[in-house]
């Protein structure tokens, strides 16, 4: 004989378990999803491509040998480039006045105002997957060293 009553309806007993069964089997389902957000997240931050290689249309190789490169960005008024990242060592030349926004992967954002003739030295980690978008009114132009 089945769990099943007189009346043809299931137990408390029975519709309980199956509702603890949905419910583990919800909880399951949710973890692989957070699992594969967080698998793609942490592809797109360690794996992005160069900074050439994501927006060809602004940023151009102006020089390259076994040790360096030599790297122009020219963000246009409004214009965005896509996700990308940088290797550790690199030095940021600001040759005009800007105003940016970059943006994180997560959506988090920042913006940065840089003033032509400053510079900026960075080392240690390389720096996770972003983009930047020009906010200002004028172009933009920023010429970066990487070391390779």
Not at 38 to 67: C, W
Not at 75 to 86: C, I, K
Not at 92 to 113: A, F, H, I, V, W
Request: proline share 6%.
């Amino acid at each position: 004989m089945n769990a099943t009553s007189l009346s043809g309806h299931d137990s408390p007993r029975i519709t309980a378990n199956k509702e603890i069964e949905i419910q583990v089997n919800f909880i399951r389902s949710i973890g692989s999803l957070g699992l594969l957000l967080l698998t793609s997240y942490s592809f797109a931050t360690e794996n992005a491509p160069s900074a050439p290689e994501a927006s060809p249309e602004v940023y151009k190789v102006l020089a390259e040998n076994d040790q360096f490169r030599v790297i122009e960005a020219i963000w246009q008024p409004g214009q965005e480039d896509n996700f990308h990242s940088h290797p550790s060592d690199r030095v940021s030349l600001y040759q005009t006045n800007c105003n940016l926004l970059l943006t994180n992967p997560d959506g988090t954002n920042r913006e940065g105002k840089p003033k032509a003739g400053t510079a900026k030295a960075r080392t240690g980690k390389p720096v996770i997957s972003h983009k930047v978008k020009n906010l200002g009114d004028h172009v933009c132009i920023i010429r970066i060293v990487e070391l390779k």
